[in-house]
């Protein structure tokens, strides 16, 4: 048994946000079923073909999902999407501004006629506001939220690897569903739920705000290292791999000069002799550790930070990370089904021993979309009719 067993979600969904937060329903049992658009679907179906064919961002956010073509605007379509939401718990949304509401699908028209209904909108700015009507995509949202202030290069920004805004927001429709769901077990009574990227992001942007408050300078961009401790972030070892570390507090720095620089005096000099003054001094002590690095392989410098106990990592690039030796140990990887076979899958983060996350079939586009019609009441002839007039 799992969590959200017996739990129907609803979703009219595309790109990450909504996609992120309801696979992660999935994973906890709920059923998805994903509404998408007739012949080309969610439109992150067509990012690329890194998987096989299919998209990376798709195979990603969409397993253990059930794929319902419909034309949202056919005329047909407002009664499908009823008998959907007779049975739904959740219905998810992050359809462009205004379009839900337009579909009769706004949780102000949707109370009246199911009260138990969860209905969570997510959209790039909130449903007011003077930015309510704007587009938002990921990097933009990066930009609007201040992160690339802080992200990148002196010299230049630089976006997030991965679609962090996206990813933001998807988190926390994502929480605020699994509280609803609490809430209405004890309430009898659903709720709406509006989650916004730029909210999102920001909340993730507290500690760059506060280091900023009242007029402050806010922290400048430092590439991979640390924007106000130092050191911590990118060296080079003699081998010319990068080592990260990081050190926290004056008991590490003293260590760190002790046994891993092997000079001890650095930890009283009064250049280096707190985080604000190492920090002020960066360059200066920077170019010191990477001179007693020199001798060392990336392999020796890490033995000597292990044994001293100070933190550090290997800069993986992705075939590293595929390969990890720590999340092979830990059986976190299993597979799932796809459209072009199995693919690799990591198991959601949370080991739990109550039960086991499900981990179902990425779906293809429409697969579903017979099954779930049948199941509402639509005999086969009624199913190819709507078929023929383009309305799934």
């Given amino acids: 048994m799992r969590p959200l067993d ?8 595309h790109a990450i946000a909504a996609p992120f937060c309801t696979r992660q329903l999935a994973d906890l049992g709920a059923r998805v079923i994903k509404v998408e658009r007739p012949g080309t679907g969610d439109f992150a179906r067509a990012y690329d073909e890194r998987v096989r064919g299919l998209a990376s961002h798709f195979v990603w956010t969409n397993r253990s999902k059930e794929s319902l073509t419909l034309d949202v605007k056919h005329a047909e379509a407002a009664g499908i999407l009823a008998r959907l939401l007779e049975q739904a718990d959740v219905l998810v949304q992050n359809l462009a501004p205004g379009a839900a509401a337009r579909l009769g699908l706004s949780y102000e028209v949707l109370r ?10 997510i959209s790039g700015y909130g449903a007011s506001g003077p930015y309510r009507d704007k587009k938002a995509y990921d990097l933009l949202i990066q930009s609007e939220s201040g992160f690339l202030s802080i992200t990148g290069s002196p010299d230049a920004p630089a976006k ?6 996206d990813i933001a927001a998807g988190m926390y429709a994502y929480s605020n569903i699994l509280a609803a769901l609490l809430q209405r077990g004890r309430s009898g009574r659903g709720c709406h739920i509006e989650v916004s990227m730029l909210e999102s992001m920001v909340e993730w ?16 961009r430092a590439g991979a290292a640390h924007a106000t401790i130092t050191p911590y972030g990118p060296f080079t070892a003699g081998d010319g ?25 650095l930890a009283a000099d009064p250049r280096f002799s707190s985080s604000s003054r190492r920090t002020a001094n960066r360059q200066e002590l920077e170019a010191l550790i990477v001179a007693s ?6 392999e020796q410098l890490i033995g000597r930070l292990d044994a001293a106990q100070i933190a550090n990592a290997r800069m993986n690039d992705m075939h590293d990370v595929w390969e990890h030796p720590q999340l092979r140990a830990r059986g976190r990887w299993t597979e799932v089904a796809t459209p072009a076979g199995p693919i690799p899958a990591l198991l959601p983060p949370g080991a739990v021993d109550a039960f086991t996350p499900r981990m179902d079939a990425v779906p293809a586009l429409g697969q579903h979309t017979d099954a779930i019609l049948g199941e509402l009441g639509w005999d086969a002839a009624a199913i190819e009719r709507l078929r023929q007039a383009g309305a799934i």
């Avoid at 017996?6 to 969904?13: D, P, S």
């Fill in 112 to 121: 009246e006629q199911h009260p138990r209904l969860i209905v969570c909108d």
């Fill in 160 to 165: 997030a690897g991965c679609s962090i805004a």
């Fill in 6 to 13: 017996g739990i129907t979600v609803v979703t009219l969904e």
């Fill in 293 to 298: 690095f020199a001798p060392l392989s990336s």
């Fill in 205 to 220: 942007m507290s500690y760059p705000l506060y280091y900023a408050f009242d007029g402050a300078t806010p922290p400048p």
């Fill in 241 to 265: 791999k990068t080592v990260m570390l990081g050190l926290q507090n004056e008991r590490e720095w003293e260590v760190f000069c002790r046994a891993v620089l092997e000079r001890p005096e």
